[in-house]
């Protein structure tokens, strides 16, 4: 599948995409990350070794838009969950470590 990633033109497959991740050691994840095999890899890392270009030079979003095309699966950042609303007493408990119901 032929694709541009900075302005760049490539021709990816999945079977490359494999080959050349293989061996690669995934970075911790802390933001959109692509599922190669068994592993989770981060997108920027994704990118900078199949395209061998710094970082910097791609966003995340053309190379989630690539390997989704080539049948992987990919995640967003975790949406985070609501806070809860405390009552000043539920607040003031929990600052002074008991528990008030």
């Known amino acids: ?22 061996g690669v050691r995934p970075e911790p994840v802390t933001g959109e990350s692509v599922t190669i095999g068994r592993r989770q890899y981060p997108v920027k890392q994704v990118g900078q070794v199949i395209t061998r270009q710094d970082r910097r030079d ?11 095309r080539l ?8 949406v985070p969950a609501p806070a809860l609303a405390l009552s000043p007493l ?9 528990n008030a119901a």
Do not use: W, Y
């Open 1 to 22: 599948m032929r694709c541009v990633i900075a302005r760049f033109p490539f021709d990816l497959t999945k079977t490359g995409v494999l080959e050349s991740m293989k």
């Open 58 to 68: 791609f966003s995340a979003a053309e190379v989630i838009r690539a390997m989704t």
């Open 71 to 78: 049948g992987f699966t990919c995640r967003a950042l975790p």
């Open 90 to 98: 539920q607040r003031a408990s929990a600052m002074l470590g008991t």
